[in-house]
């Protein structure tokens, strides 16, 4: 598994089981952890605002109020590089099993 100081090469990946193994590594640390859900709690909450008033135009502040909590815990709490940039798909299915992770107690919150 590489380390969180080699970033130079991307590792590869054939499924989401051998990716989250990874991408937990990457999110060690818990105030990361914890931006992370801010962001994809308040992506839920604009989704649902969105589908009950339909301005739909809202809809762009998604990807802002995902990622940007989520950036600010990897640079400057976790101290490497978010895997969306490598595994964009692993990497937004990550969040939301990490986040169901840790409201179920399967990892610290």
Do not use: K
């Not at 990807?63 to 400057?76: D, N, T």
Request: glycine share 4%; with cysteine; aromatic share 20%.
């Amino acid at each position: 598994m590489p380390s969180h100081t080699n970033q130079a090469a991307a590792p590869r990946f054939n499924s989401f089981a051998e990716f989250y193994p990874y991408y937990l590594s990457e999110h060690q640390d818990d105030s990361c952890r914890r931006l992370h859900y801010v962001g994809s709690s308040l992506v839920l909450i604009i989704i649902a605002c969105v589908l009950l008033s339909q301005a739909w135009w809202w809809l762009l502040a998604v990807p802002l109020a995902g990622y940007s909590f989520a950036w600010v815990g990897h640079f400057f709490f976790e101290h490497n590089r978010p895997a969306t940039f490598t595994h964009p798909f692993y990497s937004l299915l990550g969040d939301w099993v990490m986040m169901r992770d840790a409201f179920t107690g399967r990892i610290r919150f």
